[in-house]
Antibody
Framework: EVQLVQSGAEVKEPGESLKISCKGSGYSFTTFYLAWVRQKPGKGLEWMGVIYPDDSDTRYSPSFQGQVTISADKSISTAYLQWSSLKASDTAMYYC?????????????WGLGTQVTVSS | QSVLTQPPSASGTPGQRVTISCSGSSSNIGNNYVNWYQQLPGTAPKLLIYRNNQRPSGVPDRFSGSKSGTSASLAISGLRSEDEADYYCGAWDDSLSVVAFGGGTKVTAL
């Protein structure tokens, strides 16, 4: 059974850096695509980007390119989403989700989410 | 403004059939598979329908999906109170090179 375990909630101040994680188990981590999806409070889903852990090939949504960094460490089956300088507008729930085919919109398994709150 | 267009809400009495539409274009729905996600209150989304009309194991057969041209729809036959949730359509968009989601439809059982 595919399981994606995300790191815990974070409260940060504007300008701070942050790296959240998503650990996969129960499947071949390197051969599934791993995506990040943002959901702002009371709003819909936004696809941020995806990584293929086997070769770290990464694609970003133009809306998030340059704003975040997606990475993975296949030795510990973990993917990351990173900010270098948070803004209040980054306050949201962030989900990781896996796709076992190149149909990137077919997100079969989801983590429980990591709540990120950015406030001074 | 979402690339895929869904009605913000839909409702029905228990046992009724409820249908949710998802409208797109040739660069997304018209040329790619549509997937549907269910998000129960306070939980993570869950894949409900994949590749236009396929149900993952464990999804009740009262949920069905269809696609025609640049539109897709999700039908819930025999609505139950536990089906109250937000439903999102999603598809790859060839022009934007993103997974596009609809804005979501909140389903209420009256």
């Amino acid at each position: 059974e595919v399981q994606l375990v995300q790191s815990g909630a974070e409260v940060k101040e504007p300008g701070e850096s942050l790296k959240i994680s998503c650990k996969g188990s129960g499947y071949s981590f390197t051969t599934f695509y791993l995506a990040w999806v943002r959901q702002k409070p009371g709003k819909g889903l936004e696809w941020m980007g995806v990584i293929y852990p086997d070769d770290s090939d990464t694609r970003y949504s133009p809306s998030f390119q340059g704003q975040v960094t997606i990475s993975a460490d296949k030795s510990i089956s973990t993917a990351y989403l990173q900010w270098s300088s948070l803004k209040a507008s980054d306050t949201a729930m962030y989900y990781c989700a896996s796709a076992d085919t190149a149909i990137l919109s077919e997100l079969e398994s989801w983590g429980l989410g990591t709540q990120v709150t950015v406030s001074s | 403004q979402s690339v895929l267009t869904q009605p913000p809400s839909a409702s029905g009495t228990p046992g009724q059939r409820v249908t949710i539409s998802c409208s797109g274009s040739s660069s997304n729905i018209g040329n790619n598979y549509v997937n549907w996600y269910q998000q129960l209150p306070g939980t993570a989304p869950k894949l409900l329908i994949y590749r236009n009309n396929q149900r993952p194991s464990g999804v009740p057969d009262r949920f069905s999906g269809s696609k025609s041209g640049t539109s897709a729809s999700l039908a819930i036959s025999g609505l139950r109170s536990e089906d109250e949730a937000d439903y999102y359509c999603g598809a790859w968009d060839d022009s934007l090179s993103v997974v596009a989601f609809g804005g979501g439809t909140k389903v209420t059982a009256l």
